[in-house]
């Protein structure tokens, strides 16, 4: 079945440890896209990739860097995480970015900071 | 600024219908979005609205008014499976997608 797979589902660190979290698509999807999400508040989109055009959030911290080395795969890296960074981070594809395309959603990792 | 408005927190009984209602202020509109989100797991799809009207899905429907901004998510027979958050989320002028906080919706037997 074609998907979207983030690793680790869970992810304990340190506070100033870099942490990276990893996702992987068989979707053959053009646009990555990754999100932070709060509990009980709406998914924050970080960033996202249009093929290899990296497009940054204007309010994403300089702490957040992600990474596109190819079509299936996109990498989260948090420099020096801190308390705040403690969420879940979803990790979501689409074909192109036209209005009917639909987000497919990865399961997430749960990220908290020790 | 961008705005999209829902409900904190619904609850209904097993069996019966809930609307939830979502309104939206955006830079444009490209598409409305309904997810289901389980507690702990990600966003899954359930619907999509760009003209006005009804979109009819099995047990779930969602409705649209542009030139009132607002939307609506109805679920029919209500299953206790149905306990989750359910997000709008607006595609704007520049194809970003603009999330509300979501409706977490409780069932009771």
């Known amino acids: 079945d074609a998907m979207v797979i983030q690793n680790p589902r869970y992810q304990v660190t340190q506070f100033g440890k870099p942490v990276t979290l990893s996702c992987s698509q068989t979707?053959?999807?053009?646009?990555m896209y990754w999100y932070q999400q709060k509990s009980s508040q709406a998914p924050k989109l970080l960033f996202h990739y249009y093929d290899k055009d990296f497009n940054n959030e204007a309010d994403t911290p300089d702490n957040f860097q992600s990474r596109r080395p190819n079509t299936s795969f996109c990498f989260l890296d948090i420099r020096s995480p801190g308390l705040g960074d403690a969420a879940m981070y979803l990790c979501?594809?689409?074909?192109?970015?036209?209005?009917?395309?639909?987000?497919?959603f990865g399961p997430g990792t749960r990220l908290t900071v020790l | 600024g961008q705005n999209i408005d829902q409900p904190t927190e619904m609850t209904a009984t097993e069996g019966a219908i809930v609307q939830i209602n979502c309104t939206y202020q955006?830079?444009?509109?490209?598409?409305l979005f309904w997810y289901q989100q389980h507690a702990g797991e990600a966003p899954t799809f359930l619907s999509y609205n760009v003209l006005d009207g009804l979109e009819e899905k099995g047990r779930f429907s969602s409705f649209l008014s542009r030139s009132k901004g607002y939307s609506y998510l109805l679920l029919k027979e209500l299953q206790m499976k149905d306990s989750a958050s359910y997000l709008c989320a607006v595609r704007d002028s520049n194809y970003q997608l603009i999330w509300g906080a979501g409706t977490k919706l409780i069932i009771k037997p």
């Open positions: 979501a594809t689409s074909a192109l970015n036209r209005p009917t395309d639909t987000q497919y």
């Open positions: 979707l053959n999807h053009n646009v």
């Open positions: 955006t830079s444009g509109f490209n598409g």
